[in-house]
C-alpha cells in the first residue's frame, strides 16, 4: 500500500505527551475516515481514535477517552493524534488506519506500518 506513513513516536517519561501523526499521499484520502489503532505486547489491535471525513464526528475507546484526541487537516494531508498523561500501559506500536466509508468505521481497508511509543516509569 505504502499511502499512510506514521511518525512522532519515541520514548517519554511517565505523564508525558506525544503528538503521532500520519500523513496521506493521495487525495482521495481527505474524503476516507480514519483511525488510529496501538498494539501492546501480547494483545491484538485496538481502535483508540477515528475521526470522520470531515472532522466533524469523533470516537474514542474507553481506556483513552480523555486522554487522547484525534484530529485531521485535509489540506495538509495529516491526521493527529495527542497523546496526554501518557503511562507505561500506553506503549505500544500505534497504527493510522483509513476507511474509504468516509464515516467512523469498523472497517478500515489501508494501514500505516505503525510507529512505536515507549513510556518509562
Known amino acids: 500500500q505504502g499511502q499512510l506513513a506514521e511518525s512522532g513516536g519515541g520514548s517519554v517519561q511517565a505523564g508525558g505527551s506525544l503528538r503521532l501523526s500520519c500523513a496521506y499521499s493521495?487525495?482521495?484520502?481527505?474524503?476516507?475516515?480514519m483511525a488510529w489503532f496501538r498494539q501492546l505486547p501480547g494483545q491484538g489491535r485496538e481502535r483508540v481514535a477515528a475521526?470522520?471525513?470531515?472532522?466533524?464526528?469523533?470516537m474514542y475507546a474507553d481506556s483513552v477517552k480523555g486522554q487522547f484526541t484525534i484530529s485531521r487537516d485535509n489540506a495538509q494531508s495529516t491526521v493527529y493524534l495527542e497523546m496526554n498523561s501518557l503511562e507505561p500501559e500506553d506503549a505500544a506500536v500505534y497504527y493510522c488506519?483509513?476507511?474509504?466509508?468516509?464515516?467512523?468505521?469498523?472497517?478500515?481497508?489501508?494501514w500505516g506500518p505503525g510507529t512505536q511509543v515507549t513510556v518509562s516509569s
Open positions: 475521526i470522520n471525513r470531515w472532522g466533524t464526528s469523533t
Open positions: 493521495e487525495r482521495r484520502f481527505t474524503t476516507y475516515g
Open positions: 488506519a483509513a476507511s474509504a466509508y468516509g464515516e467512523i468505521s469498523s472497517k478500515y481497508e489501508y
